[in-house]
């Protein structure tokens, strides 16, 4: 008898990883503070503050590290065009580490009232220790992450459900970007590529990937940690046009205070829109559990030969590809094959196959996963 595998969400659930805030204080103010930072990393063991490279000899860009622990990385900026100086400060941030300075890399903000009230309050000492606008509310909001941790007990669940996903193919505006490191060889980045998967259009960016490959390539992970086996992180990261566009729907003020704590108590109905807009929906099976279930399924003819010819395509591509081969096959127009992907949708099965040797016969896709999940902290897999 196979033993159950425990497929869990982290315990802050669908909320926020990082934001992006800017302001744009006086000449006077920005100068000041620029002094006090480099006082400060004068006081510190190590060095905080470094003036970046500039193709512009006229502006300067100056990164501060000095809150690095605390997850806040600051750039102050004198951009000078036309001969005009001008103020301007960028700000990276991620709330959970604010919250608490010794959280996991893999922490996100928690959902309830009272940890934003004191993520705020956090902000506000912080901007005061660094001399630039007190409140959250004085900052704009330029990007915001919102994201959700799958925790899975075997590693292979989470390796499979990445495969599976790099399959599909996204509708509508999406489209596929694929990760860049000019410093990595061809086979690194081949590598790392298996593992990262990014759908993107001008105002969003939806990113799924292997938190547990990242956080073992790069170090992360402290001796004392016990992580779990597989960790799927699903990222939704809303850009400054998206922000305003939700901002006016929801009728909620454009200040970062407001509008963080809105996308916040939202970030469920964001997440799950935008993975469902990218990637297929039903349950998943190997090749041989899929066939049975179709040739189970009360399908008309005309419908089960290209559907079952599509399942077989899949194996050995992707979604795109398997729909050019039965459209070539059975002369199918573009109405048909939507047909075809409905009729899947409403058997509630995926028609992207699991891995021959998958040591499950099934398997639910990442909507399925993520609508489950948003009910209940964990499900098991039977």
Known sequence: MRTK?????????????TIELC????????????????????NTARKGMFLLPSKHTSSKTYSCLLFADQGVRLYLSILNSNDVPRAYVKMFVNPRKLLDSSSSYLGIMPLDEQSFIRFAENFTDLMRTIGLPEFLADWQLNRCDLCVNLQFGKN???????????????????????????????????????????????????????????L????????????????????????????????????????????????????????????KKCF???????????????????IRDQLKQPMLALCNSLRYGSL???????????????????????????????PIPLRTRYFR??????????????????????
């Open 156 to 214: 292979k669940v989470a390796r499979e459900l990445m495969a599976a996903l790099r399959k599909n193919t996204p509708s509508g505006k999406f489209k596929q970007k694929h990760y860049m490191d000019s410093s990595l060889s061809p086979q690194k980045l081949k590598e790392k590529r298996k593992h990262y998967l990014c759908y993107a259009t001008d105002s969003v960016r939806l990113v799924v990937y292997d938190k547990m490959y990242q």
């Open 280 to 298: 297929c929906c039903g349950m998943q099976y190997t090749p041989d559990a899929l066939f049975q279930a179709l040739e189970a399924a009360k």
């Open 320 to 350: 795109d590809k398997a729909v050019k081969t039965i459209q070539k096959q059975y002369q199918l127009s573009e109405q048909n094959v939507r047909r075809i992907l409905k009729k899947f949708q409403k058997l509630g099965i995926c």
């Open 5 to 17: 595998c425990p497929i869990e969400i982290t315990a802050e659930a669908f909320s926020v990883h």
């Open 216 to 275: 073992t390539e790069n170090k992360l992970i402290l001796a004392q940690e016990k992580l779990p086996n597989g960790v799927l992180r699903v990222e939704l990261q809303c850009q400054k046009k998206f922000l305003n566009s939700q901002a006016t729907k929801l009728d909620c003020d454009t200040n970062a205070h407001a509008l963080l704590r809105c996308m916040q108590q939202n970030s469920a109905y964001y997440i799950l829109k935008y993975v």
């Open 361 to 382: 016969s099934s398997l639910p896709s990442l909507p399925d996963l993520l609508d489950a999940l948003e009910q209940s902290e964990s499900i098991w897999l039977e």
């Open 23 to 42: 302001c744009y204080p006086s000449m006077k103010e920005l100068h000041r503070t620029i002094d006090r930072l480099f006082d400060l990393s004068r």
